[in-house]
């Protein structure tokens, strides 16, 4: 049996296994410090003077106390969330961002400002080891094949036996007809050392796996790979240790590696990267690293084959897993590039920690392009998930007496005390892209990235400690998790090839918190300047849909028997201020014609709901550019279906939106055929809806959300709906709600009718500053042989129960002045 790390602490009763060779420093603790104290750049003041080698007269400054000035440090590097669909005769859908928090405290916190320096974060590492063969190792200085099936070795050869290495001593049995007496605990290898160039190959004619297991260290220089020699294939290798140290590869083309042992630190290759014709499983084979502290510096590669004639490799999948994980290599589980006949994928990549992750590194599951000058599809992007699940040390170790813990295992309890925070670290590159299809073949779906952070329940990882625990004994959980995410992430559709049909739609990104009952931390995701996420532009009838952001927060997590006396909950808030580009894609009918239709795509949805069931907390304020535009329609049909898309944000107290929100209705450029009947609606501009159960809400972005124009029939412009039943309303910025355009000279064509605002209060009508209205706005109807109608900015007067008209063109008066922006 391959001795993992709950086996060996199950049986050793150590945290980590006879680690008093092991200088695990306080890094890990400075990495959880960084994570409170990080910002902006840094700068250095060397304040050491050299001292002359004979004496120099002093020289007096005339300006006393001056100094150089500091350097302005480098700016941080910024990002994007990529997740566009792509073109094709139909557009593909913009990708979505789900961002939750369930629990108290904190706030999800988006922000286009870098504050993560990710050369600060690419020295969080494992501590360097004093690595241990043990007593009996195999040195490996030149090439040596181990035949696993060998039950006759000769004196000083290595054989296989019972899951172990052992080196024969030339011991026979006393039976009638002595046999070699294999397998005793004298002449067991205890570890291995493979220097740099040498090979060491497992074969095997009959078997497709081999597991072997060491009590001490592997320190892997230069290659490790398995051969069955009747198929020409490698076996499926799973590797137990003490300690894993490798600078040198792992080759397994197409079979699965594993590896487990309590500290893993990579920096070389591995690969199962296999292709069309060989491997055990075909293609490429699964890579899984667990340990108690597992770190990649090198490279972890489980891509696809590529098959430049046929259908590539799908990528597979690779696991991270331990009490502390840390990624600053790369990981590749790409899809190949092939001349693909159907849809392949990129492969699934996860991270999982109890107490610790830091990916400072590259991801890669994206869907690659098909090859081109071929009919083929683009690949699929794949899935990463990055799971933090927190366990406090007190658990990991609450069955194991204290006389029994080593030396290492009373350093990590200190290390990873109360005072110190679990945390999930990205500051790394995400990429699950789709491939664009080339000929006749459709572009790939973008993939999807998930993080999610389980503090209250719930598992994800190895334990590093007897896992069963008395209902009686009371264990304090580990504390409240620091969450910090910035990096590239790439989740684009891929488009179609020059005469295929569909672009694909962007992926998903999902964030996902049940926070810590104490906790006040914030979900912070810093540094994305832009989520862009509009929808692909289409060539025959349908553009892609933008695609939709939902924020989401709420503190009814808790019920009350799980608080203490007196105790209230703080409700999560949300603050962000990054910009969102969600349009919806154009689209160009090529071929029209009786009973063709076009279908408008609409701009994206943004939807952010805060409740925090009490007074505190429960509050949004938004600050950005929101592009949510539906697309254009142009060409020739008989008809056009438009829609609307919405801007919603709800909340328990005070609404703050400021910044800027164009929703603006499709244009439609279809031009009726002379004696035709047909009817074009233009696209009507977005909705938008605020509420505060209990506080105000201000409106200080400039917003156009104004209908879109046609030949026959303007689009309606959007409406606004504000209600604050217990605070006041006040719309600051300027807005745009007209109603879109027709052609004059088109008989019966109808322009559109502009939006309205309503503003609802339950407070007293008479209350000072109860509704602030725009100073600039523009609610007129569209032109068109007919002009739509010129609306109103209403108020609820909650003494006479009625709406009170505040502005613009009130109903049953004379046209007032409207001011224009």
């Known amino acids: 049996m391959t001795r993992g790390v709950i086996q060996a602490t199950a ?17 890990l603790l400075a990495m959880a410090i960084t994570l409170t104290a990080c910002g902006g750049g840094s700068s250095s003041n060397n304040n050491q003077e050299e001292t002359p080698e004979t004496p120099q007269a002093p020289v007096v400054d005339e300006t006393p106390n001056q100094q150089e000035p500091e350097p302005e440090p480098e700016p941080l590097p910024t990002y994007s969330l990529n997740m566009d669909g792509g073109d094709g005769a139909e557009g593909g859908r913009g990708g979505n961002v789900y961002l939750y928090r369930r629990g108290t405290g904190g706030a999800i916190r988006v922000s286009s400002e870098a504050t993560l320096d990710p050369a600060t974060a690419a020295d969080v590492s494992i501590p360097e080891v004093t690595v241990d063969t043990g007593s009996n190792p195999l040195v490996v200085t030149g090439d040596l094949t181990i035949d696993i099936d060998n039950t006759a070795p000769a004196v000083g050869q290595v054989y296989f036996y019972d899951g172990s290495l052992y080196i024969y001593d030339g011991a026979m049995t006393d039976a009638e007809v002595p046999e070699p007496e294999l397998g005793t605990e004298a ?10 160039d040498a090979t060491l190959t497992f074969s095997s004619s009959t078997n497709s796996t081999l597991s072997v297991d060491f009590d001490d260290d592997v320190i892997n220089s230069g290659t490790i790979t398995t051969i069955n020699t009747e198929s020409d294939t490698t076996l499926q290798l799973t590797i137990g240790a003490r300690v894993y140290e490798g600078s040198g590869d792992v080759v397994q083309p197409g079979s699965p590696f594993f590896l487990f042992a309590d500290l893993i630190i990579n920096n070389g290759t591995v690969t199962t990267k296999g292709d069309a014709e060989t491997g055990a499983e075909g293609g490429s084979g699964y890579i899984r690293l667990l340990g108690g502290a597992v770190a990649n510096h090198g490279s972890l590669i489980a891509e696809g084959f590529d098959n430049a004639t046929g259908t590539a490799g799908y990528g597979s999948s690779v696991e991270l897993s331990g009490f502390v994980v840390v990624n600053s290599g790369s990981i590749d ?5 092939g001349a693909n ?8 990549v996860s991270l999982q920690g109890s107490f610790a992750i830091a990916n400072t590194g590259s991801i890669d599951v994206s869907g690659e392009d098909g090859v081109a000058d071929a009919d083929s599809y683009g690949g699929a992007g794949g899935y990463i998930g990055i799971f ?5 040390v007190e658990l990991a170790t609450s069955e194991i007496e ?40 459709d572009g790939g779906e973008g993939g999807s990235v998930g993080f999610t952070i389980e503090e209250n329940g719930g598992y994800y990882g190895p334990r590093i400690a007897i896992e069963e625990v008395s209902e009686e004994e009371e264990i304090e959980p580990a504390p409240p998790a620091l969450v910090e995410i910035t990096g590239q992430v790439s989740l684009d559709g891929g488009s179609a090839g020059v005469d295929g049909y569909s672009g694909a739609s962007g992926g998903s990104i999902y964030v996902y918190q049940n926070a810590h009952i104490e906790s006040t931390n914030d979900l912070h995701i810093s540094g994305i300047t832009e989520f862009n996420m509009s929808g692909g532009n289409g060539t025959t009838n349908e553009g892609g849909e933008g695609g939709y952001l939902n924020v989401d927060t709420n503190a009814y997590f808790y019920s009350e028997e799980e608080l203490e006396d007196d105790q209230t909950l703080d409700g999560p808030s949300v603050v962000f201020n990054t910009n969102i580009n969600a349009n919806g894609g154009n689209v160009t009918a090529s071929e029209g014609g009786e009973g063709s239709y076009i279908d408008a795509a609409t701009g994206g949805y943004v939807e952010i709901d805060a409740y925090s069931g009490t007074e505190i907390g429960g509050e949004v304020d938004f600050n950005s550019a929101v592009e949510i535009n539906s697309g254009s329609v142009a060409g020739s049909a008989s008809d056009v279906y438009v829609e609307y898309t919405y801007f919603e944000v709800e909340a328990t107290n005070d609404v703050m939106v400021a910044g800027s929100i164009n929703g603006r209705g499709s244009d439609v450029t279809i031009t009726p055929a002379a004696e035709s009947s047909d009817s074009y609606i233009g696209g009507e501009g977005a909705y938008i809806y605020l509420e505060s159960e209990q506080g105000d809400v201000s409106l200080s972005a400039d917003i156009d959300v104004s209908g879109g124009n046609s030949p026959t029939d303007g689009g309606e412009g959007g409406s606004i709906y504000i209600e604050a039943a217990d605070g006041l309303v006040a719309i600051t910025g300027s807005v745009t709600s007209n109603g879109g355009d027709a052609e004059i000279a088109i008989e019966d064509s109808v322009g559109g009718n502009s939006g309205e605002i309503y503003l609802n209060s339950y407070l007293a009508f008479d209350t000072p500053n109860l509704y602030t209205i725009p100073t600039s706005f523009s609610l007129n109807g569209g032109a068109g042989a007919e002009a739509g109608e010129s609306r109103a900015i209403y108020g609820w007067n909650s003494d006479l129960e009625v709406d009170e008209c505040l502005g613009g063109v009130c109903p049953e008066e004379e046209p007032e002045e409207v001011i224009a922006d």
């Open 11 to 27: 049986v050793k009763g150590n945290l980590i296994m006879n680690y008093e060779k092991i200088p695990f420093t306080a890094s």
């Open 388 to 392: 933090l699940s927190p366990v406090s």
């Open 333 to 337: 589980a790409s899809s190949g590039v």
């Open 402 to 441: 204290d006389e029994e813990l080593n030396e290492i295992s009373q350093e990590l309890i200190e290390l990873y005390g109360d005072d110190v925070a679990p945390f999930i670290l990205n500051t790394g590159s995400l990429n699950a892209e789709g491939g664009a299809g080339a000929g006749t073949g």
């Open 341 to 348: 006949e159907g849809t392949i994928g990129g492969g699934y």
């Open 187 to 196: 002449t067991v290898v205890t570890g291995i050392s493979i220097a740099e």
